[in-house]
């Protein structure tokens, strides 16, 4: 009898890394980050913008979610057939979350800091914070080829 042949599940490229909570730390999750897509051949697209996005994520859990002793973990998750990568950065910080947009400063000061989660936002198609138990919590962000796809192509990053 023909049967019709089951699809296999389209590869899903995973990487996880600990990294200092330093800002050595943070340069050496944007140059791994790159390494790796560019491995999987991740569009040069997504690419480009996942290399900003991971510096900044990076930046803060090295700078506002360090504790001293603890790691911040990088992990990225490129899946091609629906050409999405989820970029997450788990620091243990979980008591100081991002704010977006941030707090307007006094009229005709000069802000130094701040628009990193600007620069996040604009170059993903979404992002979010979760607690990660017991005590930290996880920045998660989606870059998709055709940048602001539907996210009915993207995976849910609620879903494990």
Known sequence: MNQPVRQ???HVSTFTQLLSSTRRGARLARLLA???LRSWRVPQNITERAEIVVAELAANAALHGRVPGRSFRL???FDPSAGCLQVEVTDARGDRYPRFPPTAAEPGALRTGGHG???VDALTDHWDTVPYPPSGKTVR???SCGRMAERSKCPDPDVD
């Open 34 to 36: 790159v390494t790796e």
């Open 141 to 143: 962000a989606v870059l």
């Open 8 to 10: 296999l599940a389209p």
């Open 117 to 119: 989660l600007s620069l």
């Open 75 to 77: 992990s990225l998750a």
